[in-house]
């Protein structure tokens, strides 16, 4: 990790590569006539780095693979990736394993991750990494900034999950970090003086911040977590998923609420299926609510594999014998092979 890897870019000319800082990307998808996914920009600096495959001529979107040199981000890394997806473009950014992220050296900064993605109408973008995996000691901040140019008509769509883990179990870390702290923002454009589409009002904002640090009485973190060893949220907004946020709206309509259900009875009456019966008996829970015309599921487990088959579950839209509905919201819309990270 001594010597840092060229920039890689799509388009940009050579001589301007090395203006680009250290750590930053930029990912650009844009539609050429007919209706042709193109990558226009795909540029990068070390540590960051991205990769495209080739699509096939009936792919429906384009993927992009987001890694890190040596396996993770150590301490004092910055990213800063901006992404802008034109209209009728279809992206999804994947990852090729858990973000792993190294402990904090003595006077080092915080390992940084940020992202900001500008959707325009009827474009669509799908975010499903694997897992960020804090290990011991490290002191890790993201923040993720999703700008929907049509939020009138719901074109502008996106499906977000973010998920962390409790580190290395094998070597006995259990939420040993120092600080997790990981903010989604999620913003409406509009036109300033000069006719640009700038940043405009705030829609959301949820975050999630761990402080290995800060004692609550005695307890300390791990000892708050429950067992629990993975936290994830999925976002989802816009119309080509309207089906999907029925879907789920209609599968936990009925759950308890504190002050309006009986949770001794409410819960054993509702019909579940398979994959949801198993989650219950694994210790997973989950939570969904509805804001701002965006759909927020919140799910937790003491173990990895029964979460992950949670969340494939929810975003494939399964029956209840636990059959994921064929050409679902997500698979209809960005093509096969999107579901790697839950595999």
């Known amino acids: 990790m001594t010597s840092p890897s060229p920039t890689t870019s799509a388009t940009t ?6 203006s680009i800082p250290a750590g930053d990307g930029l990912i650009h998808v844009r539609v050429l006539p007919p209706s042709k996914l193109t990558l226009h920009q795909l540029n990068y600096k070390y540590p960051l780095k991205l990769i495209s495959p080739a699509p096939s001529q009936w792919a429906k979107s384009l993927t992009v693979f987001v890694l890190s040199y040596g396996g993770g981000l150590v301490s004092g890394d910055a990213v800063n990736l901006r992404v802008v997806v034109e209209k009728g473009g279809r992206l999804c950014l994947q990852t090729q394993g858990s973000t792993k992220i ?19 109408p009827g474009a669509s973008f799908l975010l499903l990494p694997d897992p960020v995996q804090p290990f011991a000691e490290s002191n890790y901040i993201q923040h993720q900034i999703f700008e929907l140019e049509d939020t009138t008509d719901d074109t502008s769509s996106l499906v977000v999950l973010d998920w962390v883990t409790e580190g290395r179990t094998a070597r006995d870390e259990h939420w040993s970090f120092k600080r997790f702290e990981s903010r989604n923002e999620f913003f409406g454009v509009k036109n300033n003086e000069s006719g640009e589409n700038i940043r405009g009002r705030l829609l959301l904002r949820d975050a999630m911040i761990l402080d290995g640090e800060l004692l609550c009485g005695d307890e300390t973190l791990r000892e708050r977590q429950d067992s629990q060893t993975i936290f994830a949220t999925v976002v989802i907004r816009g119309k080509p998923f309207a089906k999907l946020i029925e879907y789920i709206k209609t599968r936990y309509a009925n759950e308890p609420r504190i002050g309006q259900k009986r949770w001794d009875t409410d819960d054993d009456s509702r019909r579940h299926n398979r994959i949801e019966v198993e989650a219950r008996n694994n210790g997973v829970l989950w939570a969904a609510s509805s804001v701002r015309g965006f759909l927020l599921v919140k799910v937790s487990g003491v173990e990895m594999e029964g979460v992950k088959r949670f969340v494939k579950g929810l975003l494939s839209e399964v029956d209840d014998e636990g059959v994921a509905r064929e050409n679902g919201c997500i698979t209809g819309e960005f093509g096969t092979g999107m579901f790697r990270c839950l595999e």
């Open 102 to 120: 190294f402990k904090q050296t003595p006077s080092s900064p915080p390992t940084i991750q940020r992202m900001t993605v500008r959707i325009q």
């Open 13 to 18: 000319p050579t001589s301007s590569q090395s």
